[in-house]
């Protein structure tokens, strides 16, 4: 059975770092895109950034190009989000979800993990 777990979220202040990790098991991870969402109370769940398999090629929203990178280590089935300078507006839960390829809607994604908050107080 596949899992997608998330971890690293928390309660921070405006300006701060934090890394977010999500370890796979149950899927042939190295050949699964790997993406990261983000939902807010009463708002849609929307694209934050994607890797690809091998993780040469990456994508983000628009919101977070330059604070966020996404990075993936196959021998450890485990996928990264590193976020700098976070901001009251990137408040939300964050979940990461797996691809038989790389893509921004959320429909696409097969699997998905439970998520973990991030609070970003101003």
């Known amino acids: 059975q596949v899992q997608l777990v998330e971890s690293g979220g928390g309660l921070v202040q405006s300006g701060a770092s934090l890394r977010l990790s999500c370890a796979a098991s149950?899927?042939?991870?190295?050949?699964?895109?790997m993406g990261w969402f983000r939902q807010a109370p009463g708002k849609e769940r929307t694209f934050v950034a994607g890797?690809?398999?091998?993780?040469?090629?990456?994508d983000y929203g628009d919101s977070v190009k330059g604070r966020f990178t996404i990075s993936r280590d196959n021998a450890k089935n485990t996928v990264y989000l590193q976020m700098i300078s976070l901001e009251p507006e990137d408040t939300a839960t964050y979940y990461c979800?797996?691809?038989?390829?790389?893509?921004?809607?959320?429909?696409?994604?097969?699997?998905w993990g439970q998520g973990t908050q991030v609070t970003v107080s101003s």
């Open positions: 149950g899927l042939p991870f190295s050949r699964y895109a």
């Open positions: 979800a797996a691809n038989t390829f790389l893509h921004r809607l959320p429909g696409a994604y097969r699997y």
């Open positions: 890797i690809s398999q091998s993780g040469g090629s990456s």
